[in-house]
């Protein structure tokens, strides 16, 4: 009986573990997507506003995908 109550606590505790690895797992994916979606956001502030004051917009979206390679990045101010 002690043998088999050693076994599960033995389990419990690989499991317990593994709970906080998937956790940490999850909140670093989490992170990622909040800064992708500010980003996504951003972009489309950005070409709103492009496409309201300007007429090459287009070309105005090609450098802003080129320039935004970083997550932390803030949206131009014009």
């Known amino acids: 009986m002690e043998r088999l109550n ?3 606590h033995l389990e419990n ?10 956790r940490k797992k ?8 909040q800064a992708l979606l ?3 956001k951003q972009r ?8 309201n ?9 090609s450098l802003d995908n080129n320039n935004a390679t970083s997550t932390s990045r803030k949206p131009k101010k014009n």
Do not use: G, Y
């Not at 999850?26 to 997507?33: K, T």
């Not at 489309?44 to 496409?51: E, H, I, P």
């Open 6 to 8: 050693s076994q599960l």
């Open 13 to 22: 505790c690989l499991i317990m573990q593994e709970n906080e690895k998937l």
């Open 26 to 33: 999850a909140q670093l994916l989490n992170q990622e997507n």
């Open 38 to 40: 500010s980003q996504l």
């Open 44 to 51: 489309l502030a950005m070409s709103d506003q492009n496409a």
């Open 53 to 61: 004051n300007t007429p090459d917009s287009f070309a105005d979206l």
